[in-house]
């Protein structure tokens, strides 16, 4: 047997019937579809709402570029929602915008920059046919023209006040109710998780909720590893 699915079974096993359920509601919602990229975020307060909004809407992957400002959500606003999810950052660099966009773009998402300076189209307009990665930047200045320079398409949410942009946090939630709705309702589009991911992604949540799942985790794999041998 295939180990991770083994260690699935072998989780599930220590944990309680109500849990396991939710964990195999909830991931039938996950998508890789659609993917949110932060660039520099530093207020904790926002940095946490942006965690709590991917997860209510169920996109699973979050990349965070750190070129100037560290990423650090506050607990208490995210609700424990950081870990549900898959949190990519980028930091290794002094300019890490370029590392990650160019990954993304290699496993096949279309960088759109959210942004109210450019009249390419509005967030209900954006087509859906290809994975989608909405890149947002700093609550102060923006997107950097770096990133700017590396999207492939741009978007504005509507507005028809005095104000010129939302606050990050709204601005990402709008964005994915938009985005997510409509993306639910296209028969079209395979948005679904694959069974492989499905399965490493339980793995990860039953993990958090494991009491000393490090020492299970080792001892499920050296009876593993016996078994096969």
């Known amino acids: 047997m295939e180990r991770e699915k083994w260690l699935l079974e072998k989780f599930y096993e220590h944990i309680s019937e109500n849990k396991k359920g939710k964990f195999d509601a909830i991931i039938q919602d996950r998508t890789r579809h659609v993917t949110v990229v932060l660039e520099n975020i530093f207020q904790p307060h926002n940095a946490a709402a942006v965690l709590r909004s991917c997860d209510c809407f169920g996109v699973q992957d979050v990349h965070v570029i750190e070129n100037s400002n560290e990423y ?4 208490e ?23 990650c966009l160019n990954a993304l773009k290699a496993k096949g998402y279309k960088i759109v920059a959210t942004t109210p300076h450019t009249s390419d189209c509005l967030i209900e307009e954006l087509p859906l046919d290809q994975p989608v990665a909405l890149l947002f930047g700093t609550e102060a200045t923006g997107l950097t023209a770096t990133a700017m320079e590396h999207a492939d398409a741009f978007v504005k949410l509507p507005m028809y006040g005095f104000t010129e942009s939302y606050n990050i946090s709204v601005s990402v939630a709008l964005a994915l109710f938009s985005v997510t709705e409509r993306m639910r309702k296209d028969e079209t589009i395979d948005w ?25 985790e080792k001892i499920l794999n050296e009876r593993f590893e016996k078994d096969e041998n």
């Not at 650090?72 to 607990?75: H, L, V």
């Not at 898959?86 to 300019?95: C, F, L, P, R, V």
């Not at 679904?192 to 299970?216: F, P, Y």
């Open 192 to 216: 679904s998780l694959t069974e492989a991911d499905q399965r490493a992604i339980k793995l990860q949540w039953a993990k958090k909720v494991v009491k000393h799942s490090g020492k299970v």
């Open 77 to 99: 606003i995210d609700m424990g929602s950081s870990k549900w999810l898959n949190i990519n950052h980028y930091s290794e660099k002094e300019e890490n915008t370029v590392n």
């Open 72 to 75: 650090t959500p506050n607990k």
